[in-house]
């Protein structure tokens, strides 16, 4: 566990180590016990057998150090350590009792059948019960018991062994006839030698109850001045072991200081009052949002210093809101979203008077990072920080920059990068010293990755026309610019890309949704209108775009973490190809890829979506992919962490946000993988191109983008092609307004109401009355509304469905209104 603190190189290895080492002295204890290896005349066995054993596992950090660093072989010696110990445990298990007739004889042979039922639920795996249990957790819960068990049956065997020499010892002396020297165990010397003064060990019978912990002897505990284990410490033992005070750190004068006075250019806005949500802060860039920024410079500097100075990110943007507005949030070390826990501390500091500033910290100091054994609180911290391309960016950035001076703090400006490539350079941070790197933490290095990536799987492929790519006059716009000088054309087996809506000079251009008209010689011009947002809700193209029919066509969103896909047909017919499609076609290929290259079996792949996700899609999937679905609560973090639970998981939003993750045993069989044709060792390659092709510290427009024009290449689809994979079915989204939001409870990854009782009962009543109908409702994050969303055969009967179950909504709101 405490090499898991942090994933460097050297802790990794000890990690894999000490497991080894724990695995393997299991091994070699086991046949001592059972065989009696320890008796003197069986020396020069045991002597063999130690020896045996170094030289394994020597062998075995040996490999693992200087051959290979295989994670498959790691997993599979380990194991075969395992099944040796089980084996012999429950033979020796089974003879002991038929021997002795006692209980707690059988006690190995039962705990190996338990550990073998608990590893269960690792193999046999079910997605999470209630958001809450899921099958890995219990099998950690599994192994608490028979810790406690094996300890106790240790006890009583040595007890027994006690016991019976101490019996053999009485019998021989008092037999004056029949007196023989007898031969001393290792045990027995051993005791003798370091216990001198014990005089005579009495025989302490073995209890016969499971878990009864035997007390040691009584001569044992008065000459060593021992108390009872049974018997309760005293309060001041307790105290002085486990309730010692924690020491409190002072906070030096002058950072304190610094930290006020940095903080004067930025006040809190009077009456405001600012929360940290599942995209950091956001809001109208001069209603406070310096004072916030400044604040989590701060978040980021004690984050990092609890991370064990890991590299933070702090990223400002706005993603997809107007021009005007702008944002910030941390990165953590893996290029993940902020810890929940610590979304607390951003929302409390970011509440703080400047005066106060130091105080909090100091506060904060010592509830986080304060350590009796280590000295969190004196390391370095780290952060590396970034913005888009909205004009309140420059001003922010200061304010950022005056927090982490004020605490002196490694910072690294990487300027104007889209969201994505930010998570990107801090994973490539916190890796650059592990097994697997992520890669350059630099905008080339990112470029590089993913061009020769998307090289290597475009082997043996060609893309059909080029694609025309609307970058919603957003930070995606000069960063497509810069990859597009790493990638090859079409002509060289490349991609050819046609690039509109890449305006940064304009801030108001940002996203624009709303149609803008002006005067232009006389005529009227209609501008801005872009983004994926807009092409999302308007269902419309971008008029920029000018795409002729079955034009493959994208859209970014502003800080060009989003996309999705679309065409007109020759009617001028509107399609969208959204997240839920990009993820189908991304998990059809990936898992086709594995079936050629012979390792389809060895791969648990899976497909994570909401319960916004369209039923056509998840019935694709499942029963024409033949693909596991896992359904969690809305939200990127939910989806991400599901994900992890695959070899290869994939997920996307229908907003068009997502990614794939490959986890360490599907990159090891990708790897390691001996190709039996040249049609496997092509999808081998292919396979190993989407691991770096492929943002996985987050969903990235630009990866994604990519990673859709490969597998649209490999099975040669045409936008329409594509969209006959199946037939999305009618929708409906209705927002009702309700008194208290918080009355709608909402289970099973938000598909089901909990409360108010008797509100899913109805919702069920009108879905099994609507042909393929599914409908559920939630309750919205910020404001007092829930979202109604349902779904049918027919357009009319999922609006039908959907009103239904609004009116269910607003009553059982009501009702609740009026009992309150």
């Not at 969190?376 to 001003?395: E, Q």
């Not at 209108?529 to 034009?551: I, L």
């Not at 068009?656 to 039996?676: E, M, R, W, Y």
């Amino acid at each position: 566990m405490i090499f898991h603190s942090r994933d460097f190189n050297l802790t990794e290895k000890l990690d894999y180590y000490a497991a080894g080492a724990s695995v393997f002295y299991g091994l070699y204890y086991t046949p001592i016990r059972v065989f009696r290896l320890e008796q003197s005349k069986k020396e020069r066995l045991l002597n063999i057998w130690t020896w045996t054993c170094l030289a394994l596992y020597a062998a075995h950090v040996s490999y693992l150090t200087f051959w290979r660093w295989d994670y498959t072989y790691n997993m599979a010696a380990n194991v075969v350590a395992g099944i040796v110990q089980n084996i012999l445990w429950s033979w020796f298990s089974i003879t002991r009792y038929r021997k002795m007739h006692k209980i707690w004889a059988a006690w190995p042979g039962l705990i190996v059948a338990w550990i073998v039922f608990a590893m269960s639920f690792e193999l046999l795996d079910f997605p999470p019960v209630g958001g809450m249990i899921d099958a890995h957790s219990l099998w950690h819960l599994g192994t608490v018991l028979p810790t406690y068990w094996w300890y106790n049956f240790l006890l009583k065997d040595a007890q027994e062994d006690m016991a019976v020499s101490s019996s053999s010892s009485s019998t021989s002396s008092s037999d004056e006839e029949d007196r023989r020297p007898r031969p001393r165990t290792r045990r027995q010397s051993s005791i003798s030698q370091i216990l001198p003064a014990l005089g005579e060990v009495p025989a302490y019978p073995p209890s016969e109850r499971f878990f009864d912990p035997p007390r040691p002897p009584k001569v044992f505990r008065d000459r060593l001045g021992l108390s009872p284990l049974r018997s309760r410490p005293k309060a001041e033992t307790m105290d002085s072991i486990f309730n010692q005070p924690k020491p409190v750190v002072k906070i030096q004068d002058e950072v304190k200081s610094a930290l006020v006075q940095n903080a004067a250019p930025y006040p809190l806005p009077e009456g405001k009052r600012f929360q940290y949500g599942t995209a950091g802060f956001r809001m109208k860039a001069d209603l406070g949002l310096d004072h916030v920024v400044y604040a989590v410079g701060i978040v980021a500097a004690l984050r990092s210093k609890r991370r064990n100075e890991a590299t933070i990110g702090v990223m400002i943007t706005a993603s997809h809101n107007p021009a005007e507005d702008n944002g910030v949030k941390v990165v953590d070390p893996m290029g993940d979203m902020l810890e929940q826990e610590w979304e607390e501390y951003a929302t409390k500091l970011a509440n703080t008077e400047n005066a106060l500033f130091g105080d909090v910290y100091e506060k904060l100091t010592n509830d986080l990072l304060v350590d009796p054994v280590h000295q969190v609180h004196t390391r370095k911290s780290r952060v590396v920080f970034a913005r888009d391309t909205r004009a309140s960016g420059p001003h922010l950035i200061k304010a950022l920059k005056a927090s982490l001076d004020a605490l002196h703090v490694e910072y690294t400006d990487y300027g104007i990068l889209t969201t994505p490539m930010l998570h990107h350079m801090v994973r490539c941070h916190n890796t650059k010293n592990s097994p697997r790197p992520f890669g350059e933490a630099s905008e080339a290095g990112y470029y590089k990755k993913m061009a020769n990536a998307f090289k290597k799987a475009m082997y043996g492929r060609k893309i059909k026309g080029h694609l025309t790519v609307d970058c919603a006059n957003g930070v995606g716009g000069p960063k497509l610019h810069d990859l597009l000088k790493y990638l090859p054309n079409a002509s060289n087996d490349g991609i050819d890309i046609k690039v509109v809506n890449d305006d940064v000079i304009k801030p108001e251009a940002l996203n624009y949704e709303v149609m803008l008209s002006v005067a232009c010689n006389n005529s009227l011009l209609i501008i801005f209108q872009c983004g994926a947002d807009y092409v999302k809700t308007k269902q419309r193209a971008p008029p920029s775009s000018n795409a002729v029919p079955f034009e493959r066509c994208c859209s970014l969103d502003g800080d060009a973490d989003r996309i999705v896909y679309y065409f007109i047909d020759d009617n001028k017919e509107f399609h969208l190809l959204d997240g839920d499609r990009i993820a189908t076609l991304a998990a059809n290929f990936i898992a086709d890829q594995a079936r050629i290259a012979g390792i389809g079996d060895k791969l648990k792949i899976g497909v994570v979506q909401t319960a916004y996700a369209n039923g056509a899609s998840t019935e694709y999937i499942q029963k024409v992919m033949k693909l596991p679905v896992d359904c969690t609560p809305t939200g990127v973090k939910h989806l991400h962490h599901a994900a992890k639970r695959f070899d290869i998981g994939v997920y996307f939003e229908a907003n068009g946000h997502g990614t794939v993750l490959f986890n360490d045993n599907a990159i090891d069989i990708i790897k390691s993988h001996d190709p039996q044709s040249p049609g496997q060792k092509h999808a081998l390659e292919s396979l190993d191109a989407l691991t770096d092709l492929i943002n996985q510290a987050v969903g990235d427009a630009l990866s994604d983008m990519l990673l859709t024009e490969v597998a649209l290449a490999h099975r040669a689809w045409s936008p329409q092609d594509w969209m006959n994979t199946y037939i999305d079915l009618p929708n409906k989204l209705v927002r009702v307004v309700v008194p208290d939001r918080n009355v709608f409870k909402a289970v099973d990854a938000e598909r089901r109401l909990e409360s108010p009782a008797g509100a899913q009962a109805r919702i069920d009543h009108y879905v099994n009355l609507t042909n393929r109908g599914r409908a559920f409702a939630r309750a919205s994050g910020t404001e007092d509304a829930v979202r109604v969303y349902a779904e049918a055969h027919s357009a009319r009967d999922a609006e039908k469905l959907a009103n239904q179950v609004a009116e269910v909504v607003e009553a059982y709101g009501m009702r609740a209104a009026s009992k309150s």
